[in-house]
Structure formats: C-alpha cells, structure tokens
C-alpha cells in the first residue's frame, strides 16, 4: 500500500494535530514539509493551505476530513468513535476548537504577539480584548474536562488531537499560562496529553 504523506511544515497546529492521531492509532506517515502556498500544497488546497494528504492516489485538504479518512482507512484505535454520539461529540470539539480556541488563542493572541511591525510594537489592544476571550475558551474546556479528564469519551480523541497544540502554544506565554492555569482540570489535561509521546515525537524543530 502507498505511504500516507501529511502535507505541511511541522510548525502548523493542524499538521501536528494529524501527526499526533497517527502517533496515538499506530499508524505510519511520512512527513512532507511543505509551506502553505507552496506548488505542491496548492495544487491539492484550493486556499493554499496545511495540512494535505496523499496517500496513493487521494489527496484530502482540511485537517479534521483528513483526520476522518485516516481514522477509517488504517487499523488501531479509533480515534472518532463509531456511535451516533460519540461521533457528534468530537466534531462538536474539533468545530469548537477550530473556531473559538483557534481563533481566540491563536489568531487573535499568538499571532499579533510575535508578528507585528518592529517599529510600532505589538497590537496591545488586540491581545488584551484576546484574554477574557481566552478565558471563556478555557472555561468551557475545563467544565467539559471535569467529568472524564478528556472531550469525548474516558480516552484520546481526535477532539483531543486538534485542541492539545493550541493550548500548548497558549502556555508558552505568561498571560495565556495564567489563564489557563486558574482551571484544574483544563491543565491537568494539558499536563498529561503534552507528556504524550504522540505529542513528545511531534514536537517542530527549534526554529532557527
Ligand atoms: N481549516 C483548516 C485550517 C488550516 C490552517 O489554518 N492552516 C494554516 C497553518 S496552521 C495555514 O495554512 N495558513 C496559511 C493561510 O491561511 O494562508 C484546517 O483545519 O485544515
């Protein structure tokens, strides 16, 4: 059978959401590096973005249709649960993440704290109005938290796979640590999913 190529620089949540799934279900991939907006990533995302999949002759883009088609097409633990449920309980987590915690930790927080323009400094008023947005994010994660220690289910989840990333890159800084350490359970989960080896084995390289 043809390799299963994930497509896309490993400093990507996204691309490290996938390579996490495929580390907890056992399954091998090769990674291809590539760049959004790359020929190769553009020729299979029409947005030009990461991840995309090859694996013989389909090509995927969006992580989470891509999480989908690994999850049924390779053996090991499913990591989107067959029942009615379960299954509605993670695509409700991966929306979630995609749209509130993606937006609220990376777009609106990570982002314009480390790109801005070197001669005007940060856009502090953006990352300020981020923080209580956080906080919600992070509120309704922990709540989420209590009951199992995980989204869906008492084990790892793709749900778990595309939010542990962004949390993670929330941690490395003091205002995003300090919110996400009022919550118990929200960093005890974060504690124990980043000790992972799916975690530990996809971790980008330093960056130069
Ligand atoms: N909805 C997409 C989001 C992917 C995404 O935002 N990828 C980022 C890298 S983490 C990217 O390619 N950004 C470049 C761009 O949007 O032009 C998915 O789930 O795959």
Redesign the pocket.
């Known amino acids: 059978m043809a390799d299963l190529e994930i497509i896309g620089i490993p400093f ?3 691309v490290r959401s996938l390579r996490m799934m495929c580390e907890e279900k056992g399954v091998p991939y090769t990674l291809v590096p590539e760049m ?2 790359s020929a190769v990533v553009s020729a299979i995302h029409p ?5 995309c999949m090859r694996h013989g002759d389909v090509t995927l ?4 249709a891509i999480a989908s088609y690994i999850d049924r097409a390779f053996p090991g633990p499913k990591m989107i649960p067959d029942d009615a449920v379960g299954a509605a309980k993670v695509e409700q987590w991966v929306s979630y993440g ?1 749209v509130k915690v993606d937006r609220w930790i990376m777009r609106e927080f990570v982002v314009p704290s480390v790109f801005f323009d070197k001669a005007k400094g940060p856009d502090t008023a953006k990352i300020a109005a981020a923080v209580p947005e956080m906080d919600k994010c992070a509120k309704a994660l922990d709540a989420a938290l209590s009951a199992t220690g995980h989204l869906v289910g008492s084990g790892v989840t793709y749900a778990d796979c595309n939010v542990v990333p962004m949390l993670a890159t929330a941690q490395q800084f003091p205002q995003g640590k300090e919110v996400l350490a009022k919550y118990p359970a929200l960093t005890a989960y974060i504690a124990a999913m980043t000790a992972r080896p799916s975690f530990t084995n996809t971790a980008p390289p330093p960056r130069k």
Do not use: D, I, T, W
């Open positions: 990507s949540n996204y959004p907006h947005a030009g973005q990461v991840p883009f969006e992580s989470k995609n």
